[in-house]
């Protein structure tokens, strides 16, 4: 299991030995995907207020920050993260960053030069967009705690990057 370095110790010295952490992961991506309530959780992936608790914990002890950021600097490591994809705030244009957005072939008076190199770094971000807003916990925002959502488009992005190991 790839995420198994980041994960807590299976005894964390309190109540019962953790166990089954890939039948509970596998129910916190599945409420991800489907955006479904936690009492609707099919039973394949333990009770419902196993899995929640768990997810609660490991957003609460900081291992969905681990995880993402041990995924991250894997991919920093290879070479396949371009941090400056990562900068966007209303500084941009004070830097010098023009918008990058193709022309229509019928459109008049266009007059803006095309950087088809920042196009392709700009369809990059679109579609991670594009994937988080395939995780209908993500999409919707079902979590009425901003804290609870966070987590979940950390879990999204741990997810995803998973996908392009």
């Known amino acids: 299991m790839a995420l198994e370095p980041c994960l807590p110790s299976l005894n964390t010295g309190r109540g019962r030995k953790m166990h089954e952490r890939r039948r509970h992961i596998n129910g916190i991506l599945w409420i991800l995907k489907t955006g479904a309530p936690w009492r609707d959780l099919p039973e394949r992936y333990g009770e419902w207020g196993t899995v929640h608790a768990r997810y609660r914990l490991w957003q609460l002890d900081g291992t969905w920050d681990l995880i993402l950021e041990k995924l991250l600097i894997r991919f920093e490591a290879d070479g396949t993260i371009d941090w400056s994809l990562f900068s966007v705030d209303d500084g941009l244009r004070k830097r010098g960053v023009n918008p990058v957005i193709a022309h229509k072939s019928n459109e008049k008076g266009a ?21 988080l807003k395939e995780c209908r916990r993500v999409a919707t925002r079902y979590e009425k705690l901003a804290v609870r959502y966070h987590a979940f488009v950390k879990i999204a992005c741990i997810r995803y990057l998973l996908t392009k190991l």
Request: proline residues 0%.
């Open 111 to 131: 007059t803006r030069l095309f950087d088809s190199v920042a196009c392709k770094k700009r369809n990059t971000i679109e579609r991670l967009v594009g994937h």
